[in-house]
């Protein structure tokens, strides 16, 4: 099946520093991009749908300036974390969509590893 | 009331034994997925599926659209099938995540 890469997998931060996270597709183009958020034993939580080529889609709640994402081509997608605290601490793992672009039905989504972030 | 229902939330078994977990959903789909997540935190995809049945191995996931229900089996189970098992679906282009359920399989 398709990979996805995270990376790092796992950070600490000073609070007030900015994290940056890199989601990569690594043997097929994503034109959409997932990320998401997991506090310890629940869900995932969806945080914005990044588009390549254009800006992101947040979900109601998330802060757009605290959490930039760029989808800069169409193997890998960046989450940067601003102005790090301690209540961002969390699990953030990010999804690839190999559909194939606007147009085609939905497939599947694949994975990444996921990015452990814990800010002191 | 989740509009992704799984049952239970915490299942123990021997090994050996046949395991399922079940989820509802109260939405609209186009397909459904079963993903298993390890302690380390990453996610796999196991299935997805939009009709009727699948199987991969050990693993055996069915769904009655009708019902709007979905089951996940695990057959001749073993302490690596120890994870938490997480039912999605796809709802107007994106995945809407039942709460997982949390399976120990002891030697």
């Known amino acids: 099946g398709a990979v996805v890469s995270q990376h790092p997998s796992r950070v600490i931060c000073k609070s007030g520093t900015s994290v940056k996270i890199e989601c990569r597709s690594l043997?097929?183009?994503?034109?959409?991009m997932f990320w998401y958020r997991q506090f310890p034993k629940q869900s995932l939580m969806l945080m914005a749908t990044?588009?390549?080529?254009?800006?992101?889609?947040?979900e109601q709640g998330v802060e757009k300036d605290k959490f930039l994402i760029n989808h800069a081509s169409l193997t890998l997608s960046t989450l940067t974390v601003t102005s790090a605290h301690p209540e961002d601490s969390s699990f953030y793992i990010c999804?690839?969509?190999?559909?194939?672009?606007?147009?085609?039905?939905?497939?599947?989504?694949?994975f990444g590893p996921g990015t452990r972030l814990t800010v002191l | 009331k989740n509009e992704v229902e799984q049952s239970p939330q915490n299942l123990t078994a021997q090994e050996g034994e046949f395991i399922t977990i079940n989820c509802s959903y109260s939405?609209?789909?186009?397909?459904l997925h079963w993903l298993q997540q390890h302690p380390g935190g990453g996610i796999v995809s196991l299935f997805m599926?939009?009709?009727g049945k699948k199987k991969h191995g050990r693993l055996i996931a069915t769904i009655n659209i009708q019902e709007k229900h979905s089951s996940l089996h695990i057959t001749a189970s073993h302490p690596r099938d120890s994870a938490v098992y997480i039912c999605?679906?796809?709802?107007?282009?994106?995945?809407?995540f039942g709460t997982g359920t949390r399976l120990q399989v002891f030697p």
């Open positions: 043997d097929f183009q994503a034109t959409t």
């Open positions: 999804s690839a969509d190999d559909s194939g672009g606007p147009g085609y039905s939905y497939n599947e989504q694949f």
């Open positions: 990044s588009n390549e080529g254009s800006k992101a889609t947040y």
């Open positions: 999605a679906v796809s709802h107007t282009d994106k995945l809407i």
């Open positions: 599926l939009s009709s």
């Open positions: 939405v609209g789909i186009s397909a």
